[in-house]
């Protein structure tokens, strides 16, 4: 599947445009991600794209999140390491490489970037890592965004927090313009 018919694939699934949005956030960070491990950009880009691709089916039901969009992914004949990072994102078990465990980050952040972006006049144009950071101490900021996934970054990618907030921002930058986060 080309990026193009991905892209037509997550509009036909996703039934909520904050979802589209958030789909494409972390692809925009997962393709940063894969570029500074020298991993193939659209293999991780893909994961990201299609990691919460069942969100408005399954939302209700965290046991089935992720297994639908695995079905379908399936279906349409897409890469089982794909398929597997889709899964891993929301079930622990499947997190068995570095692509599986970075899209638990890349989520993690992206939703802490959109955030951030959103109460921003410039939105994600000039967004600084010294900024981010302190929406990241804080707690009432984005509530629902998991702080120990983005920390854990250190321990389980090898990555510096500074850095990985740093590839995160330019991720996001890199899809701004399509999911109206550029001013
Ligand atoms: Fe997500």
């Known amino acids: 599947m080309n990026r193009n018919e991905a892209v037509a694939f997550v509009r036909e699934k996703a039934e909520k445009e904050t979802t589209v949005r958030h789909l494409i956030s972390v692809e925009g960070v997962m393709r940063r991600l894969a570029r500074r491990f020298g991993e193939d950009e659209d293999t991780w880009g893909l994961t990201g794209l299609f990691h919460d691709l069942d969100q408005d089916q399954t939302h209700e ?3 089935r999140h992720a297994h639908l969009a695995a079905e379908w992914l399936r279906e349409a004949g897409v890469d089982d390491g794909i398929v597997n990072g889709v899964l891993a994102h929301a079930h622990e078990r499947y997190r068995t490489d570095r692509m599986s465990q970075a899209v638990v980050h890349a989520d993690a952040v992206a939703g802490l970037l959109v955030a951030a972006a959103l109460v921003r006049p410039e939105k994600a144009n000039g967004m ?14 984005a509530p629902g965004v998991s702080r120990g996934e983005i920390t ?3 321990d ?6 500074e850095e990985f907030l740093a590839l995160g921002i330019e991720g996001l930058q890199s899809v701004a313009a399509e999911i109206d986060l550029a001013p």
Do not use: M, T
Not at 128 to 141: G, I, Q, T
Not at 156 to 161: D, E, I, K, T
């Open 156 to 161: 389980r990618l090898g990555l510096a927090l």
């Open 61 to 63: 039901d965290p046991e």
């Open 152 to 154: 854990e970054v250190e």
């Open 128 to 141: 600084k890592v010294s900024s981010v950071r302190k929406k990241l101490k804080d707690k009432a900021f």
